[in-house]
């Protein structure tokens, strides 16, 4: 996780699927349901002006199917849904939307992911999947 006392504010969330946006791994069972209340987040900080991106390991027609699905699938600008690493995913969202990556946050569950990509962009700030509910109480956002 980046320092707590970085000045930039957060512009972009990138977000992972499988057990961070969803309950559930959708190669395994396309039964997955959303976190709770992680729709509200979605949207409170939408409202904001936060934008919002994926970072996921998965097939992309049937992620983005039950995005839409969910009704969250318009939130997402520049998804990144296949099986590059996920700092490789980043690299591509950061160019298409033009934002240094001092202006990422990146939420996985899993440790791996978030370790990879801090060792591949230590400017990137990684969240536990597991601390979503806290997102629109971070000053930072």
């Not at 600008?77 to 296949?82: E, K, N």
Request: charged share 30%; proline share 6%.
């Amino acid at each position: 996780m980046a320092p707590d006392n970085l000045s930039a504010s957060e512009d972009n969330v990138v977000w992972d699927l499988d057990n961070t946006l969803w309950e559930g791994v959708l190669l395994e069972s396309d039964d997955v349901r959303l976190r709770p209340g992680i729709a509200s987040v979605i949207a409170t900080l939408d409202e904001r002006g936060i934008l919002h991106s994926i970072a996921s390991k998965n097939e992309p027609e049937p992620a983005l199917e039950k995005l839409r699905e969910f009704g969250l699938h318009d939130y997402f600008l520049c998804p990144q849904i296949g099986w590059n690493a996920k700092s490789v995913s980043i690299s591509r969202i950061r160019e298409r939307l033009n934002l240094g990556l001092r202006n990422f946050l990146f939420i996985d569950d899993m440790p791996i992911e978030r370790d990879e990509v801090s060792s591949e962009h230590p400017e990137v700030w990684c969240l536990d999947a597991a601390d979503y509910s806290k997102l629109p109480s971070l000053p930072r956002l």
